[in-house]
């Protein structure tokens, strides 16, 4: 079992040569370069050993405030001191002014190192983006130095029990008072974070119905609501309870009330949701982060496992080590794989944001980053089980706790299936076209780059999304074939994300393992987009199955 190592090289290719960051103005690559290799120090040297600590003991609930796990504290107080938090915030406010790409590099690290304290640090970047958009010039004075200077960390307050993907059926209540502040009761759940120990001030974004339920999402606020009030008191905001979960537990997922909390309002009432979405879709940037991530230290302990245990014989009839034999090579191609291939596609989304040229592309490439890279995790994580045989079903191995961890990143920040589902229904169908045009031409990009033999299998899969897409379009319901599509699209777009790095894979780091990986690629995914293309064109329509087929 080894500890992780963050995978330095890798980053810096996939940033240079697979999102191709030198498109950002002003991009500075060895400040960069500098920048990551200090950020790789610090995830090695402090953050990576929280990590069983945090699985082993949890968060506990005292007081109606949650006490993260031992350890955490002292290592945040020096992130801090390091400047991470702002590291994409801007200049004005005491940001560095990155681009978003340097914050994606230094949260694959940290969601590889600590899953736990990620979870608790990923969301200030969401939410200084949100604050940064749509913040009145008061609000942006007060709490963007407070978030980038990591003195406050912030919470996303969405779900309830009733109104968890449908969130026109929030019933948390939002009352003007007459001091122009606004009053918030009510109840969330799968709070990651609550109110905890980290800092003593939690900003919770909160969304609150302002208007009527029978105005659905239009009747929504987005408000900021501290847990610590001007007057040094603290505000009627507490954590109900922590969840009993099947990973990330040194993560708190609480049950919150809000009980006649003061909040302010983030622009006008009935614009909460529209808002909500700047925090919403740069948070599954960063899932599609987490995925990576998990793939990656996947990768490195089946790899490093595989290369000392011996089970079976080789050629020359002595005992072999097991990455001699064909079926765990197997599994060790696609762990690589995934991992340079998620990574390379994630990464070239968060440089495109940056960029804002090809907003339909960054459009289409979020849900498939998120999905895609989030089920490559956990598939990852399964064989990285399988690999380790009867020892990785054991938690001394810590190959099952990626496995755990991994599996919410399916549900949170939208389930894969609602994702599939938007994609079908609305983004093929959005502008015209507009993200079929932006997705198409950068597929092509990538046809013009790849090696002849990779060219040719991304010039197939383009001919089956190309089918594919035609039926969804002539659907009236899409959403039984729905997944079938979204992972046709994920198989393709992570496949021209990888044949961009082939392309120079002797610039690699380990040029033989992204060729396997490559090979990986062409020959066991790309023929699967056939199956899916068939599946999209064949299944019937959603709305045809009878209720009864349903119910018992």
């Given amino acids: 079992m080894i500890d992780y190592r963050a995978p330095l090289d890798d980053i810096l290719f996939a940033i240079e040569v697979g999102a191709e960051a030198h498109r950002l103005p002003d991009w500075d690559g060895e400040l960069v370069r500098q920048m990551l290799g200090e950020a790789a120090r610090f995830v090695e040297a402090e953050v990576a050993p929280l990590d069983p600590v945090a699985d082993a003991v949890g968060a506990k609930l005292e007081g109606g405030r949650v006490r993260l796990p031992p350890g955490f504290r002292p290592v945040y107080a020096k992130y801090r001191a390091g400047g991470w938090p702002g590291l994409t915030a801007p200049e004005a406010f005491g940001g560095q002014n990155q681009p978003v790409i340097v914050y994606s590099a230094l949260s694959e690290m940290l969601a590889g190192s600590c899953a736990a304290l990620h979870m608790v640090l990923a969301l200030i970047q969401g939410t200084l983006r949100t604050i940064a958009a749509h913040g009145s010039a008061e609000q942006k004075t007060l709490w963007l130095p407070r978030l980038i200077s990591g003195e406050w960390l912030t919470t996303m307050c969405l779900s309830e029990p009733q109104a968890g993907s449908d969130l026109a059926l929030c019933r948390t209540k939002a009352e003007p008072q007459a001091d122009g502040s606004w009053s918030i009761s009510g109840g969330k759940i799968f709070i990651s974070g609550g109110d905890h120990d980290l800092v003593d001030g939690i900003l919770h974004l909160v969304l609150a119905r302002t208007g009527g339920p029978e105005l659905g999402t239009k009747g929504l606020g987005l408000f900021l609501c501290p847990s610590i009030l001007p007057d040094g008191t603290r505000n009627r905001v507490s954590v109900v309870r922590i969840e009993d979960k099947m990973g990330l537990h040194g993560s708190p997922t609480c049950q ?130 399988q690999i380790h045989g009867g020892y990785g079903y054991l938690r001394e191995y810590r190959v099952e706790q990626i496995l755990r961890d991994s599996r919410i990143t399916a549900i949170y920040e939208g389930a894969n299936g609602i994702h599939a589902m938007n994609m079908a229904g609305r983004l093929v169908r959005q502008g015209n076209g507009a993200c079929l045009t932006a997705f198409r031409d950068d597929i092509g990009m990538a046809i013009a780059k790849a090696k002849p033999e990779s060219r040719d299998s991304l010039g197939f899969g383009l001919a089956q999304w190309e089918g594919a897409t035609k039926a969804t379009l002539a659907r009236t319901d899409p959403s039984l074939a729905a997944a079938s599509y979204l992972r046709l699209c994920g198989i393709l777009a992570a496949g021209a994300a990888l044949f961009r790095l082939e392309a120079q894979a002797e610039r690699a780091p380990n040029p033989e393992r992204l060729k396997a990986a490559a090979l990986y690629w062409r020959g066991f995914l790309m023929p699967e987009t056939r199956l899916l293309a068939e599946r999209v064109e064949s299944l019937p329509d959603g709305n045809s199955l009878p209720e009864k087929a349903f119910i018992t």
């Fill in 256 to 385: 919150m009330a809000f009980d006649g909390a003061k909040a302010e309002i983030v622009g006008a009432p009935g614009e909460g949701l529209m808002r909500m979405f700047t925090m919403m879709n740069a948070l599954r940037v960063d899932v599609g982060i987490q995925g990576v991530a998990y793939a990656e230290i996947a990768r490195q302990r089946a790899q490093a496992y595989a290369a000392e245990r011996k089970q079976g014989r080789g050629g020359d009839g002595a005992t072999a080590l097991i990455n001699r034999h064909g079926d765990v090579r197997r599994m060790l191609m696609a762990q690589s794989a995934f991992a340079l291939a998620c990574r390379a596609l994630v990464y070239r989304t968060a440089v495109e944001l940056d960029l804002g040229q090809r907003p339909a592309l960054v459009d289409f490439l979020t849900p498939i980053g998120k999905t895609f890279a989030s089920e490559a995790a956990i598939e990852a994580a399964h064989l990285a089980v």
